[in-house]
């Protein structure tokens, strides 16, 4: 915690140091009072935060400390172009030109990161088996929605709009379907919109850690209601085709190894398994799985995070096949605490599944 702390106090430091070059106070109490006024802000935003820590009150302090971040960028980025501009094409430095730019910069990075997180768009992936499958299976993945105060109907319009213009077969959300609770999601009626959501083989959800808040019974019943099926540790024929096994967050207590929900398993169908997150893709892998669907990274959402990630968990984004499995972990349609991406964007994926008779 005190780590956490010296870091909100570097990070308010590195603002008021950006202010004072951007705002140019001449007089000494006006200078003092710059730096007083950024470190005032700050901390009161982070007191009201760790009032509510890791909740709706610290996403708050969140949104305050990565519009920080973000002058960082646009401090960076305007010196780059200030070199450029006086040692590479040799023109004389003008200290307003050069603020203008930063100001435009800034407000560039957080019209950037506010559009990504709100504008969608709909990926493609084609995976084929070397199991039977009479046709082609469109599956629609959506993970990661975090329905709640930063993210609620227009944006689950958006999504239904969006999963009918594909006209999938299946759709599946890959958990994280609220954020912490069903408080935002009761409040503004998201049950009406929500239910829209539908499929010929039905919609079918596993929950994430979000949803494993102490709130799930809550958030599953919820979920239910809006005629979406909670498949963890279950599993489902679709059309007799493909075994769809859902499994639950590795923050249930009871979660089951993933070998344990195989009983299903035939030979010559094949096996789509969802969950939230992809951590146990090393066990996974070797199993006899087609398809492992999954999300939770947010595949970084802002950078540097994106890139930092990697280090860390064995797929953070995209595509990949390991002996014989093809995982695929989406960055996510929603944004979770804070309403920015950098470097992600919000996405469904449309995964065709074909077989041996009609590959």
Do not use: C
């Not at 799930?216 to 019943?221: G, L, N, R, Y």
């Amino acid at each position: 915690m005190w780590l956490f702390i010296i870091l909100t106090q570097l990070l308010a430091m590195m603002s008021s140091g950006i202010l004072y070059w951007f705002i140019k106070p001449k007089q000494r109490l006006a200078k003092i009072g710059l730096v007083l006024s950024v470190f005032v802000i700050n901390n009161a935003f982070l007191i009201y935060g760790l009032s509510e820590f890791w909740h709706e009150r610290f996403h708050v302090y969140l949104v305050v400390s990565i519009l920080q971040g973000f002058m960082f960028y646009a401090g960076l980025i305007t010196a780059v172009i200030t070199l450029v501009y006086v040692y590479i094409l040799k023109k004389k430095y003008h200290p307003k030109l050069m603020r203008a730019v930063a100001a435009v910069v800034y407000a560039s990075l957080v019209g950037l990161a506010v559009f990504n997180a709100y504008s969608p768009v709909v990926h493609h992936l084609k995976v084929t088996t070397d199991k039977p499958l009479n046709k082609p299976m469109q599956i629609a993945l959506v993970s990661d929605t975090h329905l709640g105060r930063w993210f609620g109907n227009r944006q689950i319009d958006k999504m239904v709009k969006l999963i009918d213009a594909q006209s999938p077969d299946v759709v599946v959300i890959a958990g994280d379907v609220m954020n912490d609770s069903t408080d935002a999601y009761d409040n503004t009626n998201m049950h009406e919109h929500l239910s829209k959501l539908r499929a010929p083989l039905g919609v079918y959800a596993t929950l994430g850690n979000h949803d494993y808040s102490g709130n799930q019974v809550a958030i599953s019943k919820a979920v239910e209601r809006a005629g979406i099926q909670v498949i963890d540790n279950k599993s489902v024929w679709l059309d007799d085709s493909v075994l769809l096994i859902g499994r639950s967050d590795e923050t249930d207590p009871a979660r089951p190894a993933a070998t344990e929900l195989l009983s299903e398993v035939r030979a010559d169908k094949p096996v789509m398994f969802l969950e939230h997150s992809p951590a146990d893709l090393a066990k996974i892998k070797g199993l006899p799985i087609d398809l492992h669907l999954s999300g939770h990274t947010h595949g970084g959402q802002i950078f540097p995070l994106t890139t930092l990630l990697k280090w860390f968990t064995p797929l953070v984004y995209g595509a990949k096949q390991l002996e014989g499995t093809q995982f695929l972990v989406t960055s996510g349609y929603g944004i979770g605490a804070v309403p920015f991406r950098l470097g992600t964007r919000s996405e469904i994926w449309l995964i065709t599944l074909t077989g041996q008779a009609d590959s």
